[in-house]
């Protein structure tokens, strides 16, 4: 998708989104759909996507009410599409208003809004999908495991959408991004959490385990942000005044080095590198570009996983001296903590949602540790 050239019909359908999301402040879906249209809308090949968006908006009549048939026109075809609110969705205040700083719920921040976990399958990125979906978004699931993702959407229900997806592989990405738009018409959220640790010696590890734990951690957001802030930057030409995330999961380890880990932490440091330089280029599109770096999640597969999981691994291994049960072990991990435990999936969910409902930061790393790493430590 570009802004330059001809414009497709998922071009267009992502500047529909727009601006009806300009013109109601809403959250809103797009789906297809056989119906008759209410209103046919036409938008010349020569235009550009600022044109486009203004012919949409020309062609829409005023006080238009969802849910609505509209059928949309454009050089590369033809799509018809309902445009509806998810049941919640609430109007997303602009921060200037005095009433913005009266939001009831900061979980209904995401009420109504579309959303990408990648990684979504298990682990953190399954908690972050459940609790945006409990609080009424619309969550596509992207992961590797596909089985997985699909068992967690067939679980959920609507507004869950399993999809495969090797987030370090550009073309597989460009396909979750138009996999979106056919589905929903645009996004509102994109979380990059999918993620990998291969920990090694530096003087032992191959090659192959570095790269691949930069090609997940580190390049994958730079596929992710490219293809899903096209779509955020087309929405944004239509509804200058609607801001939009894309929030990476990092890590205590992208703020503190981590002995015999350095692909990890390396990776991650380097991800919030890309998240500073991002947010700067996409604050001209009002998408926000921000980092949570959690703590250890001891209670999530990676951790407590018990065939594989790193408790039984420093078990067997003898990591911890003395320790003789995964529990010991794990206590031995908590120790370090100042609060005593490690990060759950509500912690982060806490810190998403202050990222979104926060209309006034871009670039920040917010850190989920318990104390454990703190900010210039
Ligand atoms: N677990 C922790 O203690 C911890 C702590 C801090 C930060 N994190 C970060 O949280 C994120 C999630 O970690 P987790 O522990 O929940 O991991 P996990 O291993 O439990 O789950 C990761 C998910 O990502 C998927 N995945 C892996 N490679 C992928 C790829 N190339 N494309 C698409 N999907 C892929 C996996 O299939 C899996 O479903 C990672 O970015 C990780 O660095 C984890």
């Avoid at 048939?69 to 921060?95: F, N, Q």
């Avoid at 996999?179 to 929903?184: L, S």
């Avoid at 408790?311 to 010991?328: H, I």
């Amino acid at each position: 998708m570009t802004v330059e050239n001809t414009l497709t019909s998922k071009d267009l359908l992502v500047l529909l989104r727009g601006v009806l999301l300009g013109a109601h402040a809403t959250p809103l879906v797009l789906t297809a759909t056989d119906e008759e249209p209410v209103v046919t809308v036409s938008v010349s090949r020569e235009a550009d996507a600022s044109t486009a968006a203004s012919a949409i908006s020309h062609g829409l009549p005023d006080g238009l009410e969802l849910p609505v048939i509209i059928r949309l026109e454009g050089a590369a075809g033809a799509v018809t599409v309902k445009a509806h609110h998810l049941a919640g969705a609430v109007a997303v205040p602009d921060s200037r208003d005095a009433a913005a700083g009266r939001a009831s719920s900061r979980a209904g921040v995401v009420a109504g809004r579309i959303a990408l976990v990648t990684g979504g399958a298990q682990g953190f990125g399954e908690e972050i999908v459940r609790a945006l979906h409990a609080s009424g978004a619309w969550v596509f699931i992207a992961d590797l495991n596909l089985s997985g993702a699909t068992a967690l959407a067939g679980e959920l229900g609507e507004r869950a959408t399993a999809v495969e997806c090797n987030v370090s592989d550009e073309d597989s990405v460009a396909a979750l991004a138009s996999t979106i738009v056919d589905t929903c018409g645009g996004i509102d959220l994109v979380v990059s959490n999918a993620g990998i640790a291969r920990a090694g010696s530096v003087l032992e590890q191959e090659l192959r385990a570095f790269a691949l734990s930069t090609d997940v951690n580190y390049t994958a957001f730079f596929l992710v942000t490219k293809h899903l802030g096209r779509l955020l930057r087309l929405q944004n030409i239509a509804a200058p005044q609607c801001a939009t995330d894309i929030i990476q999961i990092n890590s205590k380890s992208g703020m503190v080095g981590s002995n015999r880990n350095g692909a990890y932490a390396g990776s991650k440091f380097g991800g919030l590198g890309l998240v500073q330089s991002f947010a700067l280029e996409l604050v001209d599109y009002r998408v926000k570009v921000n980092a949570i770096c959690p703590g250890n999640f001891f209670d999530g597969p990676l951790w407590s996983d018990p065939d594989n999981g790193l408790f039984v691994q420093y078990l067997n291994s003898g990591k911890v001296p003395g320790a003789t049960t995964v529990e010991e072990v794990k206590a031995s991990y908590e120790a370090k903590v100042p609060m005593g435990r490690g990060a759950l999936g509500a912690d982060v969910m806490r810190a998403l949602y202050y990222i979104v409902e926060q209309a006034y930061e871009t670039g920040q790393a917010v850190p989920v540790t318990g104390g454990q790493v703190m900010l210039s430590s």
